[in-house]
């Protein structure tokens, strides 16, 4: 490997942290910000969220398409990390209901790819430098960004019931200034500067041809889109539910969030041992059976003590979707690892579009029960999209269809 004079994986590392931190210190208190804080109708709420999934399909499309092209990735994710700070940093500091929409509607669109972006620079990095441990680096440095769920909600949690529940925003703005920083000071070192050479395009071939993907590669999507969504359903609900249905607080909220985060740790361990012997579709339409399992018997509990005895459902689940989906994703599009990391961010946009409609739907008239139902069922559908998609790939693992 080319020698750097900056510590890279460390900086990586680093930056994966303060990456996982801006969605920890946020995304479990999205809704009692927007709702409980701000007086937003669910309706509302819901708009702004799928506004900002809606331009942001478009925004993360477009920076993995230009992330192929461009001969310095560090830029985009230095780009990304600027926006999450303004987002961030309006709502912290001018809370209101117009600043909410405008950052999360708007700004964290541009925002929101800086994950995405991080892992297509991993990628790349590592398959020039170290080819045989790229797959390796990029799981492990997933475990990373889940350690910051397992610290930061209970942290955030209690911030939140001590001081205010916008300092979570501050908390998590100054970690995409870290990011930035970061980033500044890897484009310091050319040899940090990394890219592949993009397939050529055949003789008369169209332009639509660098979009083309592998059979069953678009069920496979789809249903992860649906799993996810289920996911964000759940996450928008579950800590109103915690606080109206089963009578905790925000400090429980925390808590839930880190006890799924600490179970999500070594089932990322073992998600990675049963990939040597299971398909990545298999594991990922068992992912969404468990959560079906986990959401459907949430539901119908009523005390937050039996949650916290479910929360190895949630872990195991959540681990599956959220770390196996890197490299299958990034497999998609054949030579395009810029433009299929986008798909990331489509598919995590497309999901947040489709949890916070059905969250609109759903809790309207406070019945949060019937949104994890809903959820429930919707995690079911997905697994099924997936595994129907592709029977033939189902069982041990197979290689990838050229």
């Not at 479990?28 to 969220?49: E, I, K, Q, T, W």
Request: charged letters at 10%.
């Amino acid at each position: 490997m080319t020698q750097s004079r900056l510590p890279v994986t460390a900086l990586l590392g680093a930056n994966m942290f303060f990456s996982g931190v801006t969605y920890a210190a946020t995304m479990p208190y999205a809704s009692l910000v927007g709702v409980d804080n701000l007086g937003m109708s669910p309706g509302f709420f819901a708009a702004v969220m799928s506004t900002g999934a809606i331009c942001g399909t478009f925004v993360s499309l477009g920076l993995g398409y230009l992330s192929d092209k461009l001969p310095d990735r560090r830029i985009l994710v230095l780009i990304t990390a600027l926006a999450g700070i303004l987002a961030h940093g309006l709502i912290y500091l001018f809370p209101s209901q117009l600043s909410f929409a405008i950052a999360m509607g708007l700004i964290m669109p541009l925002a929101g790819a800086c994950y995405g972006q991080g892992f297509g620079y991993v990628r790349v990095f590592y398959l020039k430098h170290r080819r045989a441990r790229a797959d390796f680096m990029v799981t492990s440095l997933r475990t990373v960004f889940t350690l910051a769920w397992v610290v930061v909600p209970p942290l955030a949690g209690w911030v939140a019931a001590q001081f205010s529940i916008f300092d979570i925003y501050l908390a998590s703005s100054l970690s995409y200034a870290a990011m930035a920083g970061i980033f500044a000071l890897l484009m310091t070192d050319q040899r940090t500067a990394v890219q592949v050479p993009a397939p050529v395009r055949a003789e008369g071939a169209s332009l639509l041809s660098v979009f083309e993907l592998r059979p069953g590669v678009l069920a496979g999507l789809a249903g992860l889109i649906v799993m996810v969504g289920a996911m964000r359903l759940l996450t928008l609900t579950v800590s109103l539910f915690i606080v109206s249905d089963l009578g905790g607080t925000v400090t429980d909220v925390g808590f839930y969030a880190g006890i799924t985060a600490a179970v999500e740790a070594p089932c990322m361990l073992l998600l990675a041992w049963l990939t040597t012997r299971l398909s990545k579709e298999t594991l990922l339409a068992a992912a969404g059976l468990v959560m079906a399992l986990f959401i459907g018997l949430t539901s119908v509990l009523t005390s937050v003590t039996a949650l916290y005895w479910l929360l190895l459902l949630n872990g195991l689940g959540t681990a599956a979707l959220m770390s196996i989906n890197i490299p299958y994703i990034q497999d998609a599009i054949k030579g395009r690892i810029g433009l299929s990391t986008s798909l990331m961010d489509i598919v995590a946009i497309a999901a947040n579009l489709l949890g916070a409609a059905g969250f609109g739907l759903l809790a309207s008239g406070g019945n949060y029960r019937l949104a994890l139902a809903v959820a429930a069922g919707l995690s079911v559908i997905g697994a099924a999209i997936m595994a129907l998609g592709n029977l033939e790939r189902l069982g041990r693992p197979k290689p990838a269809l050229a």
